[in-house]
């Protein structure tokens, strides 16, 4: 089984900075791609920004060139520094990964609780 803890969320003002992180822990041989996905009430959860194991990244366009992905792989951590906040990215934050185990073949993906991120002035 794999754990994914996020912290750092809070309350930002409009052109303000927040930095979220995501560790893993558990049983787990290593841990491969690593996402960012983020979600409102009524809305369905929408993916951010993602990471692979070996550091390429992709965004989504709303976010592009205001947030930046980032993970160590030797602390099984990930972080998303945001800047350039408004109030359309108030959501809750989640963190995911895919994982091999030993007790399943190939990989399977976990989900964190979520963050609470809040822009507002």
């Known amino acids: 089984q794999v754990q994914l803890v996020e912290s750092g969320g809070g309350l930002a003002q409009p052109g303000g900075s927040l930095t979220l992180s995501c560790a893993a822990s558990g049983s787990f041989i290593s841990i491969g791609s690593m996402d960012w996905y983020r979600q409102t009430p009524g809305n369905p959860r929408e993916l951010v920004a993602g990471?692979?194991?070996?550091?390429?990244?992709n965004y989504a366009d709303s976010v592009k060139g205001r947030f930046a992905i980032s993970r160590d792989n030797a602390k099984n951590t990930m972080l998303l520094r945001m800047s350039s906040l408004t109030p359309e990215d108030t959501a809750v934050y989640y963190c995911n990964a895919d994982a091999t185990g030993t007790s399943y073949q190939g990989f399977k993906d976990f989900w964190g609780q979520g963050t609470q991120v809040t822009v507002s002035s």
């Open positions: 990471i692979t194991r070996d550091g390429r990244t």
